[in-house]
């Protein structure tokens, strides 16, 4: 099949990319022309683990195409992928202007049927919204999809190739048709296509990251429950995950949680409830929750070292992405984290594999970054875990002790066993279990 994919941000390239892995033809298309030249060249712009090699070899067997043309990238195409940047307005709600620009372009050039999608993730309503925007502008046949994506950054291409499921949300007969065609390969394995209407498909995205958000917040307040009544999170964890209706994944606790995707959703969710004056309690204590906990780390910092205890202080950081696997820091705990501690007069030296340009970008020599995990901790009076990549889950805690000027771990994801850092002999507090010392 023709596809065409506006906008070569995170959602379109995986989207694209994994569509040409099937045989389609895919064309992406974006306004910055230096950005596709690099791509046409074969020079992949977002870091994704398994995404190159798919990018690669589409390139070169010509089913993954790259324009700044919109018009030559929607002639031949069956199915536009929308996968533009819906950004939170000053409001908080999602900045629609993107989407129905682009909605305004494709009505002025399209000459027959085609089934437009919206793939970034939308407030409910936007289909109307864009299906009104094509109506305004064109009398060619099309229909409007969502078809919301469930990504997950640094799984994204499994996610993409073998969903959960995938959620078509049309009452168009010919544009399920051909979504079902398109999506058959993802689903061989027996995952279920869900067809429905239009606003149900939009609200299922929020619905799904703000119950995945809650989720983990919950566990977060069990973890400080844990610390009060000195039980173990992790014990309690396996504990209820067991229970097969409450399931073992997204029971982690932690530094609260970040990125691109969860504190948008749960924010616009919240926003779009109020809109329909309803007061959607549980998100708002969900977001407030996760403020809470992202700087839970240094409220155990300053009951260990004093309420002023941290000024003249040097830190070490491990991870600064949001999560393993990307480079992506938005609304990464670390950075709340890094904000705190430079207030409060520390300095901080940081090591992410992935994440340090951006945080450089960002953050400039405010802090200093460390060419490998080991030389983060030189003069360092403590060692602060953010981030659980593999890297950091079996160092040489020896080697560790020897770098740092005391051996004092504060660990926001829960990455060693108590035991062990009690033979080694490090002052190590955790979330939700008991602090060694
Ligand atoms: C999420 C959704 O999982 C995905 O379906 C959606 O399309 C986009 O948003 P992503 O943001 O890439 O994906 O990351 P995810 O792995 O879901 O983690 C989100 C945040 O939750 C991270 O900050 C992570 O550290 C945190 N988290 C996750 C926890 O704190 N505990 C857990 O048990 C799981």
Redesign the pocket.
């Known amino acids: 099949m023709k596809i065409a994919v506006i906008g070569t941000g995170y959602v379109g390239l995986v989207t694209g990319t994994c569509l040409a892995e099937t045989g389609n033809e895919v064309t992406c298309v974006d306004i910055v022309e230096e950005k596709v030249n690099k791509m046409r060249n074969g020079e992949m712009p977002i870091y994704e683990p398994g995404l190159d090699q798919l990018f690669h070899r589409n390139i070169k067997q010509e089913r993954l195409t790259f324009t700044t043309d919109l018009a030559e990238a929607i002639a031949p195409a069956k199915v536009i992928f929308l996968a533009l940047p819906t950004p939170p307005g000053a409001d908080g709600a999602a900045d629609l202007s993107y989407v129905l620009g682009a909605a305004k372009d494709i009505a002025k050039l399209i000459t027959e049927y085609k089934v437009i999608v919206t793939k970034s993730t939308v407030p409910v309503g936007t289909a109307d919204k864009v299906t009104a925007v094509l109506k305004a502008n064109t009398d060619v046949p099309f229909a409007v999809v969502s078809n919301p ?6 799984v994204a291409v499994e996610d993409f190739m073998k969903p959960d499921r995938v959620v078509i949300g049309t009452m168009d007969e010919k544009a399920r048709a051909i979504m079902g065609d398109l999506y058959a390969p993802y689903v061989r394995q027996g995952n279920p296509i869900l067809y429905m209407d239009e606003r149900s498909s939009e609200l299922t995205k929020y619905a ?2 703000s119950f ?1 958000a809650t989720k ?1 917040t919950f ?1 977060n307040e069990i973890a400080n429950m844990c610390e009060l009544v000195g039980a173990d999170v992790d014990m309690v964890r396996k504990g209820v995950g067991a229970d097969a209706r409450i399931g073992k ?6 530094v ?7 504190p948008k959703d749960v924010q616009a969710l919240s926003k779009a409830a109020e809109e329909n004056k309803y007061d959607f309690k549980i998100l708002n204590s969900v977001m407030e929750v996760n403020e809470t906990q992202k700087k839970r780390l240094v409220v155990k910092m300053r009951e260990y070292y004093g309420a002023d205890g941290l000024k003249g202080k040097h830190f070490a950081l491990w991870g600064l992405a ?2 393993p696997e990307t480079d992506d820091i938005r609304e990464a705990p670390a950075l709340y984290i890094i904000d705190e501690l430079l207030a409060s007069g520390a300095t901080v030296t940081a090591y992410d594999p992935e994440g340090m340009p951006n945080v450089k970008k960002l953050l400039g020599d405010k802090i200093s970054y460390a060419k490998d995990r080991y030389s983060a901790l030189d003069a360092a009076d403590a060692l602060l875990i953010v981030t659980e990549w593999p890297v950091f889950r079996t160092p040489d805690f020896d080697f560790m002790k020897e770098k740092l000027n005391t051996p004092v771990i504060f660990d926001g994801r829960n990455l060693y066993d108590l035991d062990r850092m009690k033979e080694h002999g490090f002052y190590y507090n955790s979330i939700g279990r008991k602090i060694v010392s």
């Open positions: 994506e469930f990504l997950r950054e640094g799904a990251n995945l983990i566990m994944r997204f029971l982690f606790p932690g609260g949680y970040g990125g691109s995707c969860f949001f999560k």
